[in-house]
């Protein structure tokens, strides 16, 4: 079964938690829940785990014990096109058992690995292809109700 992925961002936790409780409500009907949170830092050469992404990622922790949080290697996007990039362009992070975030693999144990290199193909294509401009961001609908992220779906294979 796809998993669905719901772009979001908002600095307000109020903010966060609706859309959280909306999401939730909307999808578990479904048989879909939160796993977790991805995140972007806005500058290029910033691979940093702190701040805005652990305060959101605490946030959703609190309501699903079991999430995780995708941190995106901007350097890595980068090189998918150049055919470099094989390796997962993104870094996961969990909690441990003192709930602080730890970053997948870096005590020498599991990585994190994508089933065959899907991922990044899924990824490359939307690069190249410019899907990625169909992506649907949380509050677009502020602009446009046609682009409500209940309306629309964003599949994640």
Same mark, same amino acid.
């Given at each position: 079964?796809?998993?669905?992925? $719901?772009?979001?961002?908002?600095?307000?936790?109020?903010?966060?938690?609706?859309?959280?409780?909306?999401?939730?409500?909307?999808?578990?009907?479904?048989?879909?829940?939160? $796993?977790?949170?991805?995140?972007?830092?806005?500058?290029?050469? +910033?691979?940093?785990?702190?701040?805005?992404?652990?305060?959101?990622?605490?946030?959703?922790?609190?309501?699903?014990?079991?999430?995780?949080?995708?941190?995106? +290697?901007?350097?890595?996007?980068?090189?998918?096109?150049?055919?470099?990039?094989?390796?997962?362009?993104?870094?996961?992070?969990?909690?441990?058992?003192?709930?602080?975030?730890?970053?997948?693999?870096?005590?020498?144990?599991?990585?994190?690995?994508?089933?065959?290199?899907?991922?990044?193909?899924?990824?490359?294509?939307?690069?190249?292809?410019?899907?990625?401009?169909?992506?649907?961001?949380?509050? +677009?609908?502020? +602009?446009?109700?046609?682009?409500?992220?209940?309306?629309?779906?964003?599949?994640?294979?």
């Amino acid at each position: 079964m796809p998993n669905l992925a $719901v772009i979001a961002f908002y600095l307000n936790f109020v903010f966060i938690t609706v859309m959280v409780i909306l999401i939730e409500e909307h999808y578990s009907a479904q048989g879909l829940g939160i $796993v977790g949170y991805f995140h972007a830092n806005e500058r290029f050469d +910033d691979l940093e785990f702190s701040g805005v992404a652990k305060n959101i990622g605490d946030h959703i922790f609190r309501y699903f014990p079991q999430s995780t949080v995708l941190l995106l +290697d901007n350097k890595k996007l980068e090189a998918l096109p150049k055919g470099k990039g094989l390796s997962p362009v993104m870094q996961l992070y969990t909690r441990d058992a003192s709930k602080n975030w730890k970053l997948v693999g870096s005590d020498g144990g599991s990585q994190l690995v994508t089933k065959e290199p899907a991922a990044n193909v899924v990824l490359l294509d939307y690069m190249s292809s410019a899907k990625w401009q169909d992506v649907v961001h949380f509050d +677009d609908y502020l +602009d446009d109700i046609s682009k409500h992220v209940l309306c629309c779906e964003v599949i994640i294979y």
